[in-house]
């Protein structure tokens, strides 16, 4: 019987997942991916719009907790603060780069911008970091 791993459809979660899962078989386990739908993923709206903590974790977080996955693959960044009653953080790989990139007219860098420049991001930590 296969070792379920439940991750979103994204093409980083997908990427994540299938990084996990090639790991996993070099030991000989046999892997299904399975992927989740999330509020996140199917609703259009600013994260802080649609209930901000959860909407790319609840859905596979269920998953979890009803037997339908055996682990779940997914970013850091994203899980609760607050450990989730059943579930527990059981690994995490060695981290690879972790830099974002800042796309500017001109090449300009972060400190080069004008005071009261906009800068687009989808994330409210990257938001409060900006701020």
């Known amino acids: 019987m296969p070792l379920k791993i439940g991750a979103r459809a994204s093409e980083l979660a997908r990427w994540q997942a299938d990084w ?31 209930g901000g903590q959860g909407v790319f974790t609840k859905e596979i977080q269920h998953a979890l907790l009803a037997g339908r996955i055996d682990l779940a693959v997914h970013s850091l960044k994203d899980l609760p603060t607050a450990a989730v009653a059943g579930l527990i953080l059981a690994a995490v790989p ?38």
């Not at 070099?26 to 709206?45: C, H, K, M, Q």
């Open 20 to 50: 996990v899962a090639a790991r996993l078989r070099e030991t000989g386990v046999e892997i299904e991916l399975v992927p989740i739908s999330t509020t996140g993923d199917r609703r259009r709206e600013a994260i802080a719009a649609i």
């Open 94 to 131: 060695a981290r690879g780069p972790c830099g974002d990139v800042l796309v500017s007219a001109g090449g300009a860098s972060l400190d080069q911008l004008p005071a009261g420049a906009r800068v687009g991001t989808g994330s409210p930590r990257r938001r409060a970091q900006l701020l």
